[in-house]
């Protein structure tokens, strides 16, 4: 087996993220739940894609690319930390967003400009067609002698999962350290490679530990998340062995993906006035009310501890309403 230590990885964010105890929230609910607060990374204003990104990035330059080009939604968190670290890198970063939700110049969208990003905003509900024009605008700046990394939505590929399995081990070494022992690990899924992470890292550092996935759009994450930890495994030439209760996805989608739900507003709100803490309406808002639905309607019942993984995006309060 190898190492992920192993792999080419640059080190962007400031590690270990702290790990405590919702204390006011477990009090309530009757449950430990503890926070894993990625949010608090030291990049722009956190998230989940900076440890994905240190993997991915660290490959493009690995490969001598001077340029990257990543996608996602109008308000994606991702993009916007895709050109943070680009930047810091001295990388030319274009963003490649789809015209869709809050496109004014608000939230994430001051930040991309804050960065120096290049955003283009294209007209579709297909990615495919956006990755299409990333390789045509490729071609082009080849001609100009720029080389260019393409990073897929949320950067979730096999290398972009690595990047949460390597967090699952620091989480492993917190948890140690302090005596804790874990059931269940969750975090919001958008696009997979942060849960397929998840999945994979519990494997290999927490064993017995199950992985919970809370979908915030339709796509069929039980297969993306799968098929993204085989292929992570694959590439340290860890062998999977899954089991029937390993990982679970649970939708909250409300409306529609990167739409706020007014059901999730005063779990938002509540985190905020006992804990302190800003949830983002359509990513970790929406994942951390279908936990708190979860935990009232006893599915964690005979499990003591829950982590939950804080993945970002406060950004995005400042774009929308709540609903």
Same mark, same amino acid.
């Given at each position: ?6 792999? *080419? ?6 590690? *270990? ?43 493009? !330059?690995?490969?001598?690319c001077d340029t990257v080009f990543t996608t996602g939604g109008a308000q994606s968190n991702h993009a916007m930390l895709t050109g943070a670290c680009a930047a810091r890198l ?30 283009? /905003? ?29 990073? *897929? ?14 967090g699952v081990r620091e989480l492993a070494q917190q948890a140690e350290e302090i005596g804790l022992k874990i059931d269940h690990i969750t975090s919001a899924t958008g696009s ?12 290999? /550092?927490? *064993? ?12 069929? /994450? ?24 390993? /990982? ?6 409300? =409306? ?30 929406? =994942? ?15 499990? !003591? ?19």
């Amino acid at each position: 087996m190898k190492s992920i230590d192993d792999l *080419p990885r640059l080190h962007l964010g400031v590690y *270990p993220t702290p790990l405590y105890k919702l204390e006011a929230i477990s009090e309530k609910y009757g449950k430990n739940i503890w926070i894993k607060r990625d949010d608090l990374c030291g990049v722009a204003l956190g998230g989940n894609k900076v440890r994905k990104l240190e993997f991915l990035l660290a490959d493009a !330059k690995q490969q001598g690319c001077d340029t990257v080009f990543t996608t996602g939604g109008a308000q994606s968190n991702h993009a916007m930390l895709t050109g943070a670290c680009a930047a810091r890198l001295g990388m030319k970063c274009y963003l490649l967003l789809k015209k869709r939700g809050v496109t004014e110049h608000l939230g994430n969208q001051v930040l991309n400009s804050i960065y120096g990003a290049e955003v283009r /905003f294209i007209d579709t509900d297909s990615y495919d067609d956006i990755y299409a024009e990333m390789h045509r605008m490729g071609v082009e700046l080849a001609k100009e002698g720029h080389k260019s990394y393409y990073i *897929p939505c949320g950067g979730s590929n096999a290398l972009g999962a690595i990047g949460y399995a390597a967090g699952v081990r620091e989480l492993a070494q917190q948890a140690e350290e302090i005596g804790l022992k874990i059931d269940h690990i969750t975090s919001a899924t958008g696009s997979g490679g942060t849960t397929a992470g998840l999945l994979l890292g519990a494997k290999m /550092f927490l *064993p017995g530990v199950k992985a919970l996935g809370l979908g915030v759009d339709d796509d069929p /994450f039980d297969e993306i998340v799968s098929e993204l930890a085989q292929e992570a495994a694959g590439m340290l030439d860890f062998p999977l062995a899954r089991t029937p209760d390993d /990982f679970r996805m649970v939708y909250n989608l409300g =409306a529609g993906y990167a739409i706020p739900n007014a059901e999730d507003t005063p779990y938002i709100e509540e985190m905020a006035r006992m804990e302190g803490i800003l949830l983002d309406p359509v990513y970790t808002g929406k =994942a951390w009310s279908g936990l708190l639905k979860l935990v009232k309607d006893g599915y964690f019942d005979g499990e !003591k501890n829950i982590v939950f993984f804080h993945t970002g995006g406060a950004a995005a309060l400042f774009a929308m309403d709540l609903g």
